[in-house]
């Protein structure tokens, strides 16, 4: 690994910046990788904790790295940024992004749920509803936790493809969709123990947390909530 150069005019905590920066360009540090501590930055490199303090500082204030109390430095994920917009699906946003989308299956099955969202769905409150959760990524990289929401009478989805195929191309292979309504409720909420282990973050890290219920002239088709990773993956809406 190249070492700090005495010889020239440039600091030594912006040598070390810019030579920590090369690193996590060329994938010696991964994205999400821990990076070596401040001790051994200074016995690798031979200088201060000051130094290499600064140097961090400045890699912290650009965003290329982020400190986690108790735990260290990390190389921060890529922050993806999606143009809000109805009736566009998940996978068709990423590839419009020039991202891969990807979607790992988590679980599916009837369970109890609050009565008020089984009043929703089912129309009365002693029957399980469908759950389906699912994690969403961009470029390999989980951004969000998604649970899915259906009536019980939607069995057919317990065999469904619903990791490679739009969900609401999933629904409109078994049952008609008519003109859909969205209507969306957005709230702070924090990370469980699921939710952090399946997108990488420690329990309670505060997410975006995203309600959508999905109605025809019907009824309550389903209701999604998401909870997203808002440090990597944020919304912008445009009126």
């Not at 912006?14 to 930055?41: C, D, F, M, W």
């Not at 965003?63 to 922050?79: E, I, M, Q, S, Y």
């Not at 969709?177 to 969306?184: A, D, I, Q, R, S």
């Amino acid at each position: 690994m190249p070492q700090l150069d005495p010889n020239v005019k440039t600091p030594y905590y912006e040598q070390l910046r810019t030579l920590l920066l090369e690193n996590i360009q060329h994938g010696v540090y991964l994205s999400g990788a821990k990076i070596p501590s401040e001790n051994q930055l200074c016995r690798q490199f031979g200088v201060s904790r000051v130094t290499v303090r600064k140097a961090l500082q400045g890699l912290t204030e650009e965003g290329v790295l982020v400190k986690r109390h108790g735990k260290g430095t990390f190389v921060a994920a890529p922050v993806v940024v999606e143009k809000r917009a109805e009736h566009r699906s998940f996978t068709a946003s990423c590839l419009e992004m020039g991202k891969k989308p990807g979607t790992h299956l988590v679980s599916r099955k009837v369970q109890k749920v609050k009565k008020d969202l089984a009043q929703l769905l089912n129309g009365q409150t002693d029957q399980g509803v469908l759950c389906i959760k699912r994690v969403r990524l961009v470029d390999e990289t989980p951004v969000i936790f998604e649970i899915d929401y259906f009536s019980a009478g939607a069995a057919y989805l317990l065999e469904a493809d619903v990791e490679h195929i739009p969900l609401l191309e999933v629904l409109r292979q078994y049952r008609p969709v008519h003109t859909l309504h969205f209507v969306e409720t957005f709230e702070v909420q924090f990370a469980n123990r699921e939710q952090a282990r399946s997108l990488n973050c420690p329990i309670n890290t505060p997410l975006l947390g995203v309600r959508q219920v999905v109605s025809d002239e019907l009824g309550v088709v389903y209701v999604n909530d998401q909870f997203i990773r808002s440090d990597i993956y944020k919304y912008v809406t445009e009126s």
